[in-house]
């Protein structure tokens, strides 16, 4: 039986080839559309979300209150985290990421690249976010002071090989001017690619305490230097709304003296890791502003279109019903 009705329906395609080919191709493109636009949906949907621990890393941004300047920004002081890190039971731990100024020249031996994805970071990244170390010891690798970790492309644009750990690289940058021994750093990890749907996108990382060398007034200061993207691993019994509670008082304690008699000042807030690529609007956001609406309104576009091949087949598929009824009135007979 089943053989009769495709001999039927080949029967039936070659009969009326013009035809066949505008239905069968108006509903394949369109699925086909609309598979590709809900596949890229899901791909934004689920940023930031392979991270074992997505759901207990928050970042934390500042609400600024600076006289004549008012904004909300995705960064936050140095001390900020490393404190609420030491005082809160609430917080396991807590990592900072700070982009460099513009392009680097990164030089190792006769190769050179200007470089602009690359951030320091404190040495608890690999304890916070699920990034895959290849070579080199998680819990050291960004510890010091002149340390870098690669990505996998970047090691093997840099060397041509994976097998860095111990290599010395040459980076020029106006950040680097006040270094004590100069800009040149050692490879002491090569880790895997950043997912493409991550909202943190780097290709190096250069150890916090770096940025400290010939600028350690810096280390703590509570105003002036709001840059750093800071996040949060919370405690998994930890309560998130008791601890934005704590945040003014927290504030308040550690803010330089003059700028309380400024009636100036800053609060904190927290933002859930996996809410940032699409409900994020802050100044400095590494994500692109109102994301969220412009995937509804693609994830609208491809029902649409769904619904039009669709339409458009019945359409097309109706004339020939007509033309069909004495064939399918004998195969009832039969």
């Not at 997505?54 to 970042?59: H, P, S, V």
């Not at 904004?71 to 809160?88: E, I, K, N, W, Y």
């Not at 230097?225 to 308040?252: H, M, R």
């Amino acid at each position: 039986m089943l053989l009769n009705y495709l001999r039927t329906a080949l029967r039936n395609i070659r009969r009326h080839r013009v035809h066949s080919l505008l239905n069968i191709a108006g509903l394949s493109i369109g699925m086909a559309c609309a598979i590709i636009i809900l596949q890229w949906v899901r791909l934004e949907f689920n940023y930031d979300r392979y991270h074992t621990n997505a759901d207990r890393i928050y970042r934390l941004a500042t609400d600024f209150n600076f006289g004549n300047f008012q904004a909300r920004a995705a960064t936050s002081a140095h001390p900020v985290g490393p404190t609420l890190q030491r005082d809160f039971d609430e917080v396991e731990k807590a990592v900072r990421f700070r982009g460099s100024w513009g392009n680097s020249i990164v030089t190792t031996g006769d190769r050179a690249f200007a470089e602009n994805r690359m951030y320091f970071a404190d040495h608890t990244v690999f304890e916070i976010f699920s990034f895959t170390l290849i070579h080199g010891d998680p819990g050291t690798a960004l510890a010091a002071p002149y340390k870098i970790v690669l990505t996998r492309d970047a090691a093997l644009k840099y060397f041509g090989t994976i097998d860095v750990v111990g290599k010395p690289m040459q980076i020029n940058n106006p950040r680097f001017a006040a270094l004590q021994h100069g800009p040149q750093v050692t490879v002491t990890g090569v880790m895997e690619n950043v997912p493409p749907n991550s909202h943190l996108r780097f290709s190096m990382l250069l150890s916090f305490e770096t940025y400290y060398q010939g600028n350690e007034a810096q280390r703590q200061r509570w105003t002036g230097d709001i840059d750093n993207y800071t996040y949060l691993l919370l405690a998994p019994n930890g309560d998130v709304e008791a601890l934005v509670k704590k945040f003014p008082n927290f504030v308040q304690a550690h803010l330089e003296q003059s700028v309380k008699e400024a009636g100036a000042g800053y609060d904190l807030f927290l933002q859930p890791l996996t809410r940032i690529h699409l409900h994020s609007n802050l100044a400095g956001d590494t994500s692109d502003r109102y994301h969220f609406y412009k995937v509804i309104a693609l994830l609208v576009t491809a029902v649409l279109i769904l619904m039009i091949a669709s339409i458009n087949f019945i359409n097309l598929s109706n004339p020939r019903l007509a033309g069909r009824a004495k064939e399918v009135g004998i195969r009832k007979a039969l």
